[in-house]
T-cell receptor, first 114, second 112 residues
Framework: DGGITQSPKYLFRKEGQNVTLSCEQN?????MYWYRQDPGQGLRLIYY???????QKGDIAEGYSVSREKKESFPLTVTSAQKNPTAFYLC?????????????FGAGSRLTVL | KQEVTQIPAALSVPEGENLVLNCSFT??????LQWFRQDPGKGLTSLLL?????REQTSGRLNASLDKSSGRSTLYIAASQPGDSATYLC???????????FGTGTSLTVIP
């Protein structure tokens, strides 16, 4: 079955450490996204990529970095510069299909800073 | 910038009741609108997508409508069940660019 795989599902980090969240899709979607979700808040866009080797900052990119070396993969690194990284992180991808821009999500990764 | 609002933030109904969830957006120049469901600690699952040229879409007990001129969409759930308890989010795609704008969601609880 096609879909988006995020790993790990749960991740614990000590302050000052960088961590990388994996996102892999086999949907052949061109665009990929990273969102952050905090309790009581909506989804906030961190980074997005429309094609391989190209990506753009979203609304809250500070303290995060990404790469897009392959169409299928869009890993997110949470750096030590991110002051409040504890959150639920969602990866998504999209494709133009039959006149609609369809967005699909992974199951999410929960990051906790100890 | 597009702003998307969902009211109410939380809703509690008895099982079997029909209900309507609301989504409002400020810029009517949209490409499509998508409704999602999110269970606690899970990702978002797509429920319905309405293209800008459409007025409504149906899937089972769910019906979503779109009125671009007034900047509103509604998600109608018929004969609600406890399994419908979740947070429902709407996302708007503008005509330009490849971004999505989300509402903050409505948390639905269906009481057995």
């Amino acid at each position: 079955d096609g879909g988006i795989t995020q790993s790990p599902k749960y991740l614990f980090r000590k302050e000052g450490q960088n961590v990388t969240l994996s996102c892999e899709q086999n949907l052949n979607h061109d665009a990929m996204y990273w969102y952050r979700q905090d309790p009581g808040q909506g989804l906030r866009l961190i980074y997005y990529s429309q094609i391989v080797n190209d990506f753009q900052k979203g609304d809250i990119a500070e303290g995060y970095s990404v790469s897009r070396e392959k169409k299928e993969s869009f890993p997110l690194t949470v750096t030590s510069a991110q002051k409040n990284p504890t959150a639920f992180y969602l990866c998504a991808s999209s494709i133009m299909h039959s006149g609609a821009n369809v967005l699909t999500f992974g199951a999410g990764s929960r990051l906790t800073v100890l | 910038k597009q702003e998307v609002t969902q009211i109410p933030a939380a809703l509690s109904v008895p099982e079997g009741e029909n209900l309507v969830l609301n989504c409002s957006f400020t810029d009517s120049a949209i490409y499509n609108l998508q409704w999602f469901r999110q269970d606690p600690g899970k990702g978002l699952t797509s429920l319905l997508l309405i293209q800008s040229s459409q007025r409504e879409q149906t899937s089972g007990r769910l019906n979503a409508s779109l009125d671009k001129s007034s900047g509103r969409s509604t998600l109608y759930i018929a004969a609600s069940q406890p399994g419908d308890s979740a947070t429902y989010l709407c996302a708007v795609t503008p005509n330009t660019g490849n971004q999505f704008y989300f509402g903050t969601g409505t948390s639905l609880t269906v009481i057995p």
